[in-house]
T-cell receptor, first 112, second 114 residues
């Protein structure tokens, strides 16, 4: 039982490049989330998917797109990376309002 | 702006002392959760309190929730050096257009000196 798996773990991009961060969970959870965490900061919600087939903007969605590919997978895409998107990205999932979220180990992204 | 605001931003104590962290939020919630993060690692869930609960215990952790004041506190009793970490509150909404939204506060950095 792997829990929440994020790939890649590290990535360096040049300004203007695009990339997709992958997230998969094997716990049959309904809801999935993407956060970014900057040094000394809390987690800021980028996008979330409360259930398969739905996606909603969080606090900082600009510059990102998401796809809930199926119940297991939720990807985050940067179409044209900017240095301001340098951050650690976390994916999380949970199954309902009575339960806690489980987190991946994070993707450390640097945009130069 | 973030849903949760935590106070203090940093807390430094000696082993054996109690640590109290506070969280305030802005909108109605269905539950409030506390998480711990060790440096450079992912978040680990500590405790969840539902909106109809006022207090909850788990080992050395005690959480209170006051929905009228939109605030919560996390108490760690008899702290240990291994409790050194960042602690975050998170609020979950299960109603209206924000169904399923889970948002975090900025966190409290706890340092426990041996």
């Amino acid at each position: 039982n792997a829990g929440v798996t994020q790939t890649p773990k590290f990535q360096v991009l040049k300004t203007g490049q695009s990339m997709t961060l992958q997230c998969a969970q094997d716990m049959n959870h309904n809801s999935m989330y993407w956060y970014r965490q900057d040094p000394g900061m809390g987690l800021r919600l980028i996008y979330y998917s409360a259930s398969e087939g739905t996606t909603d903007k969080g606090e900082v969605p600009n510059g990102y797109n998401v796809s809930r590919l199926n119940k297991r997978e939720f990807s985050l895409r940067l179409e044209s990376a900017a240095p301001s998107q340098t951050s650690v990205y976390f994916c999380a999932s949970l199954t309902g309002w009575r339960t806690e979220a489980f987190f991946g180990q994070g993707t450390r992204l640097t945009v130069v | 702006s973030q849903q949760g605001e935590e106070d203090p931003q940093a807390l430094s104590i000696q082993e054996g002392e109690n640590a109290t962290m506070n969280c305030s939020y802005k909108t109605s919630i269905n539950n409030l959760q506390w998480y711990r993060q060790n440096s450079g690692r992912g978040l680990v869930h500590l405790i969840l309190i539902r909106s109809n609960e006022r207090e909850k215990h788990s080992g050395r952790l005690r959480v209170t929730l006051d929905t009228s004041k939109k605030s919560s506190s996390l108490l760690i009793t008899a702290s240990r050096a291994a409790d050194t970490a960042s602690y975050f509150c998170a609020t979950f909404r299960a109603g209206g257009t924000s169904y399923g939204k889970l948002t975090f506060g900025q966190g409290t950095i706890l340092t426990v000196h041996p």
